[in-house]
């Protein structure tokens, strides 16, 4: 019993050695871009946070939005998961209403439904988003959502 508590013992001290160590990215070596103008309307602010890589294979971004800016009609080949960080936003699937999200809401864009989101058209909003890719592809942009759309309720 006690040669098994000791290998326990040693296996459980080595492994850290063995493991790969972590990384922290100081946000002051995040670039923030502007969202271009083909694929937002108004003003948004765009911060990747984690791209695709050999060890993971997903990415991050944060973008915030200002009042009355929004993203283009999109899909997302594998589905996109958001998280709402602050202020109040707006997103809406094709063919349905638009909804209203929250600071610290989630939000399940389900693989190839065609949506928008953005701030409202009084208060700003930011939010984390997921998106996994399929054939090196994380986003299908479509064309802008008019002011008809965005302010319909």
């Known amino acids: 019993m006690k040669i098994i508590v000791t290998a326990f013992a040693l ?7 063995v493991a ?42 944060e973008v915030t939005f200002l009042p009355g800016a929004r993203s283009n009609w999109h899909t997302h080949p594998r589905g996109q998961t958001i998280l709402v960080t602050s ?11 638009r909804q209203t999200i929250n600071a610290g809401d989630v939000v399940w864009c389900p693989p190839d439904v065609r949506h928008w989101h953005g701030a409202t058209d ?11 890719p399929q054939d090196e592809s994380v986003v299908d942009w479509m064309e802008p959502v008019t002011d008809e759309q965005y302010l319909a309720q």
Do not use: K, Y
């Not at 296996?11 to 050695?17: G, Q, S, V």
């Not at 972590?22 to 791209?51: K, N, Q, W, Y």
């Not at 997103?91 to 209403?97: A, H, K, R, S, V």
């Not at 009084?122 to 996994?132: G, K, L, R």
């Open 122 to 132: 009084q208060t700003a909003m930011s939010h984390i988003v997921v998106n996994q």
């Open 20 to 61: 790969q160590e972590g990384t922290i990215t100081p946000a002051a070596d995040r670039a923030t871009v502007l969202g271009p103008s083909e694929t937002f309307t108004g003003t948004a602010f765009v911060v990747p946070t984690i791209d695709i890589s050999e060890d993971r294979d997903f990415s991050m971004a």
């Open 11 to 17: 296996a459980l001290t080595t492994a850290p050695a």
């Open 87 to 97: 202020g109040t936003g707006w997103t809406q699937e094709d063919g349905g209403t």
